[in-house]
């Protein structure tokens, strides 16, 4: 009988020894498998990330903050308060009767153009979003810095989006 319960033991102890491998490298594989999964979702929000990256330094590459020929012609100049000054003239001229007179288009129906947004390209170009209240469109707006601190604006370009002119 003692001999019978030894017998009965080892076998236990040999399918807990089995079955505990089994769970053992089952989990591994499952663990492995993953920490795969885990780094290529990694991987993809990296490359996605590092996209991203580049399209915002596209964006950024006309501005009068990045480009160092700007930064060179404005040199000693704080930035930031000229690009301010410059938009604040653009906006300044919405005030006039008529409109914006950058925009070169008389008013319609009564409506002025107004320039809504301005971006500084660069020491010489800004383009600038316009409407009045129906249509839409874009210009290209040249500038000067005049000695006196004043900013002289001469309208290059004018866009006007024809599916919103009805």
């Known amino acids: 009988m003692k001999k019978n319960i030894f017998l009965y033991l080892f076998i236990f102890a040999l399918l807990i020894n089995v079955f ?10 499952f663990e492995d498998g993953r920490f ?4 290529a979702v990694n991987k993809s929000l990296k490359d996605s990330l590092e996209a991203e990256k ?19 012609y404005f040199e000693g100049q ?25 925009v070169g288009y008389d008013s319609v129906d009564g409506q002025n153009w107004m320039v809504n947004k301005v971006q500084v ?10 409407n009045n209240g129906k249509a839409w469109g874009e ?23 024809a599916d919103t002119v009805k």
């Open 20 to 29: 505990t491998y089994m769970y053992f490298t089952n989990k591994q594989k």
């Open 36 to 39: 795969e999964k885990q780094e």
């Open 54 to 72: 580049n399209k915002a330094g596209d964006a950024g590459y006309f501005s009068l903050m990045t480009n160092d020929n700007a930064i060179d």
């Open 78 to 102: 704080d930035l930031s308060t000229l690009e301010n000054r410059i938009k604040d003239g653009i906006m300044e001229m919405n005030t006039r009767p008529g409109g914006n007179p950058l």
């Open 121 to 130: 390209l660069n020491h010489r170009w800004i383009i600038a979003d316009f």
């Open 139 to 161: 210009v290209l707006i040249k500038y000067f810095a005049e000695p006196d601190g004043t900013f002289k604006y001469e309208t290059i370009e004018t866009l006007l989006y």
